[in-house]
């Protein structure tokens, strides 16, 4: 995988997706504009199905980007969603009757949000905490229904990534501690209205080493060799998402397969019965299909030591610089051939001075107001993360095929910004 979509080409200092020219997509659509390239998405998921095989469960994470043309995708391909709030359980419903093939996440689940998901059918429920067990079996028990869970367990085995997207590790949040997990098990396995499904970890994202898989669900098969008593059916391992899509300068992570086996053998360590294997992937679905096209403001000369390009989007459609530090591979895709570069610190429209895109990118010495500059690696937590400050209207989002430019979701007016006010 790259870290730019597969179907991107240059000529001559303009960009294509396919066959259609970013400059005229963004004349005609307007920028920001967030624009995915909806083949690569397609190959992304098929590289998962291939490596993990047909039999595999494929909850991809919605909070990664979700939209419901991206709902008929997954579905098409036999993929179901992973969920953590009603607002994306009511995205998959509005193209699917049923969640029957979601999976429901996160540490906070409200009483309206898992009624909403067991009385549409819902597929798996993951338990974050002990709290959680009796609030969904009496909803469980009303819908009249045996509803699936599986137990998130935190391993503290941390993973080589940003501490901010760390998720597993005793300081973390996330999940039951392996020695509560077995409290948790009795009390799912004595429960009459829920049915206990097996056993969910999610380490944290951009993990590159297979072994920290592998180590992780060892660790879960052990918990549920110990337990096998309570463990009535075919059980689900689910390794969670959290595998590597490459951003600007880094290097390839390993072929999918070998996370699939590492998985596989961890299970197999201890678990000798049937199971099935869940993963959530999000970032590694929709992260390199995805760019964001600004347009370029007014250049600063007389601030800073370098100058300043002013763009008309920022934290807004991606505050992920703002929050994590990330830098996001820019490109001035207004014809420009002239191979001198200099460094711009290119900075969004909002009113804080952290709303710096990237502090040090290299674009081309002509750049100049109106050109229009791409921002790569952009697919994943952009749009999900985007935001109304300083009510500015989120912006739109296109899909391009091999055949046509089509619409994912619309702009916001300037009144949309208003709407929810009483
Ligand atoms: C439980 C869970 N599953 C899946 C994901 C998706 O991770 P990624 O987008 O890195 O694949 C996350 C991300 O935070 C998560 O918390």
Same mark, same amino acid.
């Given at each position: 995988m790259n870290y730019l979509p597969n179907n991107l080409t240059f000529n001559n200092g303009d960009a294509f997706l396919n066959n259609?020219?970013?400059?005229?997509?963004?004349?005609e659509h307007g920028t920001p504009l967030y624009v995915y390239d909806w083949d690569n998405i397609e190959?992304? $998921?098929?590289e998962f199905t291939n490596a993990f095989g047909d039999d595999a469960l494929y909850r991809y994470a919605a909070k990664a980007f979700i939209c419901k043309k991206l709902v008929e995708l997954l579905d098409k391909n036999?993929?179901?969603?992973?969920?953590?709030?009603?607002?994306?359980?009511?995205?998959?419903?509005?193209?699917? #009757?049923?969640?029957?093939?979601?999976?429901?996440?996160?540490?906070f689940k409200t009483k309206d949000e898992v009624n909403f998901f $067991?009385?549409?059918? /819902?597929?798996? $429920?993951?338990? #974050?905490?002990?709290?959680?067990?009796?609030?969904?079996? =009496? $909803?469980?028990?009303?819908?009249?229904?045996k509803q699936p869970v599986i137990l998130r367990i935190n391993l503290d085995l941390g993973a080589e990534t940003h501490p901010m997207v760390l998720t597993s590790g005793y300081d973390q949040q996330f999940g039951i501690s392996i020695d509560v997990a077995e409290t948790a098990l009795k009390e799912v396995y004595n429960s009459n209205s829920l049915l206990f499904s097996g056993v969910h970890v999610h380490i944290g994202s951009q993990i590159k080493d297979p072994k920290r898989f592998n180590k992780a669900m060892e660790e879960c098969s052990l918990f549920l060799e110990r337990n096998k008593a309570s463990v009535e059916r075919e059980v689900v391992f689910d390794a969670?998402?959290?595998?590597?899509?490459?951003?600007?300068?880094?290097?390839?992570?390993?072929d999918l397969s070998v996370y699939a086996k590492a998985i596989k053998s961890g299970i197999e360590k201890n678990w000798t019965t049937d199971y099935k294997i869940m993963i959530e992937p999000g970032r590694a679905i929709v992260n390199n299909a995805g760019l964001i096209l600004y347009t370029a403001g007014a250049i600063k000369e007389d601030r800073g030591e370098k100058p300043f390009?002013?763009? =008309? /989007?920022?934290?807004? #459609?991606?505050?992920r610089p703002a929050l994590y530090g990330s830098e996001h591979k820019l490109f001035n895709i207004s014809g420009?051939?002239?191979?001198?570069?200099?460094?711009?610190?290119?900075?969004?429209?909002?009113?804080?001075?952290?709303?710096?895109?990237? #502090?040090r990118a290299l674009l081309s010495e002509d750049t100049k107001t109106g050109d229009v500059l791409m921002s790569t690696s952009t697919g994943a937590y952009t749009y999900a993360m985007a935001s109304n400050y300083n009510r500015v209207p989120k912006a739109k989002v296109v899909g391009?095929?091999?055949?046509?430019?089509f619409d994912l979701v619309k702009r916001q007016s300037f009144e949309d910004t208003v709407s929810d006010d009483i």
């Amino acid at each position: 995988m790259n870290y730019l979509p597969n179907n991107l080409t240059f000529n001559n200092g303009d960009a294509f997706l396919n066959n259609f020219s970013l400059i005229d997509i963004a004349s005609e659509h307007g920028t920001p504009l967030y624009v995915y390239d909806w083949d690569n998405i397609e190959d992304n $998921i098929s590289e998962f199905t291939n490596a993990f095989g047909d039999d595999a469960l494929y909850r991809y994470a919605a909070k990664a980007f979700i939209c419901k043309k991206l709902v008929e995708l997954l579905d098409k391909n036999n993929w179901g969603v992973d969920v953590v709030s009603g607002g994306e359980m009511a995205t998959v419903l509005s193209v699917l #009757d049923t969640l029957e093939n979601t999976l429901f996440n996160g540490t906070f689940k409200t009483k309206d949000e898992v009624n909403f998901f $067991i009385s549409n059918n /819902g597929g798996h $429920i993951s338990i #974050d905490n002990l709290n959680e067990i009796t609030l969904i079996q =009496d $909803i469980a028990l009303k819908n009249k229904r045996k509803q699936p869970v599986i137990l998130r367990i935190n391993l503290d085995l941390g993973a080589e990534t940003h501490p901010m997207v760390l998720t597993s590790g005793y300081d973390q949040q996330f999940g039951i501690s392996i020695d509560v997990a077995e409290t948790a098990l009795k009390e799912v396995y004595n429960s009459n209205s829920l049915l206990f499904s097996g056993v969910h970890v999610h380490i944290g994202s951009q993990i590159k080493d297979p072994k920290r898989f592998n180590k992780a669900m060892e660790e879960c098969s052990l918990f549920l060799e110990r337990n096998k008593a309570s463990v009535e059916r075919e059980v689900v391992f689910d390794a969670g998402g959290g595998f590597f899509s490459p951003y600007e300068g880094d290097d390839n992570s390993e072929d999918l397969s070998v996370y699939a086996k590492a998985i596989k053998s961890g299970i197999e360590k201890n678990w000798t019965t049937d199971y099935k294997i869940m993963i959530e992937p999000g970032r590694a679905i929709v992260n390199n299909a995805g760019l964001i096209l600004y347009t370029a403001g007014a250049i600063k000369e007389d601030r800073g030591e370098k100058p300043f390009i002013l763009v =008309d /989007g920022g934290m807004s #459609d991606n505050p992920r610089p703002a929050l994590y530090g990330s830098e996001h591979k820019l490109f001035n895709i207004s014809g420009k051939v002239n191979d001198k570069e200099k460094v711009f610190a290119v900075s969004g429209r909002h009113c804080e001075s952290g709303d710096l895109l990237v #502090d040090r990118a290299l674009l081309s010495e002509d750049t100049k107001t109106g050109d229009v500059l791409m921002s790569t690696s952009t697919g994943a937590y952009t749009y999900a993360m985007a935001s109304n400050y300083n009510r500015v209207p989120k912006a739109k989002v296109v899909g391009v095929s091999k055949t046509e430019v089509f619409d994912l979701v619309k702009r916001q007016s300037f009144e949309d910004t208003v709407s929810d006010d009483i």
